[in-house]
């Protein structure tokens, strides 16, 4: 009798270990989540708001809180370059676009990767935008991968019609955040 308890407790005791390298293991646990953000920052480098990008199992929540922006619809998107040099922001490049889609989440052969909705600006100046997207994806190894080696999010002055190549006739870029690791807070170059 003895001997079957030690037995019993030999093969606990091997089954709780065999369970606890297999919970251990990298191949079977899920990515770790990752974020990215950075401040908005106008011409003059001051900041106007912040962006944040994090991931949520196969979608990304990208959220926007902008201050002292001219009231109305604001065309916003994810720019392919690490840049955000003054004052027009051309460094930016063009919208993340991966795939080779046409601009606007309206157009038949869009959208890019990185359209946004519009942010809507309140009369009191202040606005915020949060939109979860499958398009992007902030893991490494996919070709949506979008992360702080590869852009920006740009703000413009007009509203983006959705529809139209290459930016949705949303006029000049007026802001632009630098997305890093959601820690490190990376400013305007």
């Known amino acids: 009798m003895a001997a ?103 157009n038949e052969a869009g959208p890019h990767a990185g359209d946004l909705p519009n942010i809507v600006v309140r009369p009191d100046s202040t606005g915020t935008l949060n939109f979860t997207t499958a398009r992007i994806s902030l893991q490494p190894d996919r070709l949506s991968s979008f992360d702080a080696a590869r852009g920006s999010l740009v703000l413009h002055a007009g509203r983006d019609d959705q529809r139209t190549d290459p930016s949705g006739q949303s006029g000049a870029r007026i802001a632009c955040a630098l997305l890093g690791a959601a820690d490190g807070r990376r400013t305007a170059r």
């Open 4 to 106: 079957s308890a030690l037995e019993a407790s030999a093969k606990t005791t091997v089954a709780l270990l065999l369970a606890a390298c297999t919970a251990a293991s990298p191949v079977n646990r899920p990515p770790e989540p990752r974020a990215l953000g950075g401040d908005l920052r106008d011409a003059s480098r001051r900041v106007v708001g912040r962006v944040d990008l994090i991931e949520r199992g196969e979608s990304t929540l990208i959220r926007v809180r902008v201050e002292g922006i001219s009231p109305g619809e604001h065309g916003i998107h994810l720019h392919s370059q690490p840049r955000c040099d003054p004052p027009d922001f051309a460094t930016a490049g063009d919208h993340f676009n991966p795939l080779g889609n046409r601009h606007g989440m309206l």
